[in-house]
C-alpha cells in the first residue's frame, strides 16, 4: 500500500503553461524524470501520478514554479534543476522566498535577484558587512551580483562613485606584444567589469559617469599610492592576486566604502608555487567580525545546466589527481628507523 499510485491535481493559468511547462514540455519532462512521476496536462488542469511522496513533491515543486512564473520570472531548466535538488532535500517554498529579494533592474528591465540559496547569502552579506570575500566556480554570479548591488548603492547615493579592478594576469596567454597603448592593452582583461556594467546601466549612463570619474575601471597595479573614500570597490578575479597586492588593495579602504573581493580559486593564472593572495586573505582575516565570507558551489551555478556539469566534473577529476604528500612517508620510515 506504501507504493500505491495517487492522483493530484494542479489548476495552472492557460497564460502561464508555455513558460512553467518549458519548451516541448522540456521542464516537465525533467520533473517526470527526476520525481518518478507522470505529469497529464489537460484544459488548465495538471494531473500528477505517482507515489504519494513523489506526488506532493512535484506538487510542491511546480506550484512554486507558476508563483515565480506569475511574478513575471522566466523559468529556466536551471529554475528546475535547483528547485528539484531543493525539493530532494525536503526544501519546498525556498526558491520563491528567494525570488522576494530583489537588487535592481537591467537596462532592458529585466530584475536582477539572487537564484540560489548561495547567493542569497551572498547579497545579504554585502548589505551587512563592509568587506565581503564570494568565492566560488565560473558561472555562480559571483561579479554579476557585486555589480548589481555597486550600481543600487551608487544610485540610491550612499556611495559617490563606484571602482572595478582585477590583477592584470594573463591566462596563460602572451598579451605583451598586442598594439595600441597601456589602456588598449589593459581594456581586454577589463571586459566582463564592462559587459556587466552595460548590461546594468546602459551603454549612455556608463559613459557619461566614467567621463565625470564617477566610474572607474582600472587595473589592480593602479591602486597603489591612493585612498579610496566613499567608494563601491569590486576586486574581481582576486585568486590571482599576490598576497602583497592583495594587502596593498586592502589597505587602500576608506570611509564609507564598501568592497566585495570576488574569485575562483580553481582557476588561477598566477606562476606555478605562486600562493594567491586570495588564500591567504581568507586565512588571515578570518576571525575579524566586519569581513564576511561566502563560499559559492557548483549549485548556485546559475548559467547553462551545462556549465554546472563541467564544474562538477573539473571538481571531481582534480579530487582524483592530487598527489599524495611524500613528506608524510618519509618521516613515518624514519620514526621506523
Partial sequence: MANSIIELHLEIPADLEGNVFGQFDEHLKLIERTLNVTLISRDGILKILGTEGSASQAKKLIGELAVLAQRGNTITKQNVSYALALAMEQRNEVLTEI?????????????????????????EQIRKKMIVFGVGPAGTGKTYLAMAMAVTAFRNEEVSRIILTRPAIEAGEKLGFLPGDLQSKVDPYLRPLYDALYQIM???????????????????????????????????????TTP???????????FGSKVIITGDASQKDLPRD?????????KVLKKIEDIGFC?????????HPLVQQIVQAYDEYEKKQKPAKPRTARRSQEKKS
Fill in 99 to 123: 525570488d522576494k529579494d530583489f537588487i535592481c533592474n537591467t537596462i532592458q528591465g529585466r530584475p536582477i535577484k539572487p537564484k540560489t540559496l548561495g547567493q542569497k547569502e551572498y547579497v
Fill in 202 to 240: 546602459g551603454a549612455d549612463s556608463f559613459a557619461k559617469n566614467m567621463e565625470r570619474g564617477l566610474i572607474e575601471v582600472a587595473p589592480l597595479a593602479y591602486m597603489r599610492g591612493r585612498t579610496l573614500d566613499n567608494a563601491f570597490i569590486i576586486l574581481d578575479e582576486a585568486q590571482n
Fill in 244 to 254: 602583497a597586492q592583495m594587502k596593498m588593495f586592502l589597505t587602500r579602504i576608506g
Fill in 274 to 282: 605562486a600562493v594567491s593572495g586570495l588564500d591567504v586573505a581568507m
Fill in 295 to 303: 563560499q559559492l558551489t557548483s549549485k548556485d551555478v546559475v548559467r
